[in-house]
């Protein structure tokens, strides 16, 4: 079965400059997160999709931040304006999900290393 | 709120020896605890996970980690560390259904031969 797939897998922008980075989770899954990890840290969940509606988005930085689901199936995130700050690898990860569910087993892809200069 | 802990940000061990990596949790109920290993430029990979039942988790690789409640520790362990161990190791944590996982900062392990 293929994985979660991201891209890009790496991008350097300057700051106050906009990105925006893709996800397609495992196919079938129902829930999918985005995680910010700066260097040196464990992953911050970010945002938190079941299906297409939002579950958890209280540490987004919704002044910048901003994601979606599109159909339940693909997600982006978008960063607008970027700062020094936001250089992480931005992780997104999927599960099965569903509240039959007894835990959240996740499944990451590679990741997207942003540098903001 | 629940916590998780990872005491030794750097582990280093011989090849061959012992791989013990500690990890401990807050939590008023007992959690579903997970280890992640992440390889350079890669994402995380499920290394082994406690849900219910035996105490004792064996997962990939030969890693086993141990659930120990009145420890609040699910400490990571190996008998015979390899060279191709050497990566990154997150704990985690997650109440269950829609609760959030919560991980910890990461022990790096090197493996010296």
């Known amino acids: 079965e293929a994985g979660v797939a991201q891209s890009p897998r790496y991008k350097i922008i300057e700051k106050r400059q906009s990105v925006a980075f893709w996800c397609n989770p495992i196919s079938g899954h129902a829930t999918l997160y985005w995680y910010q990890q700066i260097l040196g840290q464990g992953p911050k969940l970010l945002i938190q999709f079941q299906n297409n509606g939002v579950v958890d988005d209280s540490q987004l930085p919704k002044d910048r931040f901003s994601a979606e689901r599109l159909k339940g199936v693909d997600s982006t995130l978008k960063i607008q304006p970027a700062k020094l700050e936001d250089s992480a690898v931005y992780l997104c990860a999927s599960s099965l999900g569903g509240r039959g569910s007894s835990y959240n087993e996740q499944f990451f892809g590679p990741g997207t290393r942003l540098t903001v200069l | 709120a629940q916590s998780v802990t990872q005491l030794g940000s750097h582990v280093s061990v011989s090849e061959g020896a012992l791989v013990l990596l500690r990890c401990n949790y807050s939590s008023s109920v007992p959690p579903y605890l997970f280890w992640y290993v992440q390889y350079p430029n890669q994402g995380l990979q499920l290394l082994l996970k406690?849900?219910?039942?035996?105490?004792l988790v064996k997962g990939i690789n030969g890693f086993e980690a141990e659930f120990k409640k009145s420890e609040t520790s699910f400490h990571l362990t190996k008998p015979s560390a390899h060279m191709s161990d050497a990566a990154e190791y997150f704990c985690a944590a997650n109440s269950g259904g829609y609760q959030k996982v919560t991980f910890g900062t990461g022990t790096k392990l090197q493996v010296i031969p």
């Open positions: 406690y849900t219910t039942g035996a105490t």
